[in-house]
């Protein structure tokens, strides 16, 4: 049984930072990329951040660019997100997904092979 759990979240005040983790089983972790989503409240689904295989390549959203990375270690079938300089819109549940394909993860709608069940950032003013 596959599952993916996300750890990490919190509250944090504007400005702060937070890491998050995401912990792989039941899968062979280094055929997956792996993504990063959230959903704010009212909002529709967002895509905010993937890594390939290998961790060699990565791709960011325009609202997190420059502020969030995403690693990932094989040896330990984990991703994590980095969140640096966070901002009360950066509120969300945040949750990660694993894919067999890198190039599509990204685009609204795709399926996903996995997710996890997310965890809560709250972002205060």
């Known amino acids: 049984q596959v599952q993916l759990v996300e750890s990490g979240g919190g509250l944090v005040q504007a400005g702060g930072s937070l890491r998050l983790s995401c912990a792989a089983s039941g899968l062979t972790f280094s055929n997956y990329a792996m993504g990063w989503f959230r959903q704010a409240p009212g909002k529709e689904f967002e895509f905010i951040a993937r890594?390939?295989?290998?961790?060699?390549?990565?791709n960011y959203s325009d609202s997190v660019k420059g502020r969030f990375t995403i690693s990932r270690d094989n040896a330990k079938n984990t991703v994590s997100l980095q969140m640096d300089s966070l901002k009360p819109e950066d509120t969300a549940v945040y949750y990660c997904?694993?894919?067999?394909?890198?190039?599509?993860?990204?685009?609204?709608?795709?399926?996903?092979?996995?997710w996890g069940k997310g965890t809560l950032v709250t972002v205060s003013s």
């Open positions: 890594v390939s295989w290998s961790g060699g390549t990565t």
């Open positions: 997904a694993a894919s067999k394909s890198y190039s599509s993860m990204h685009l609204p709608h795709y399926e996903m092979d996995y």
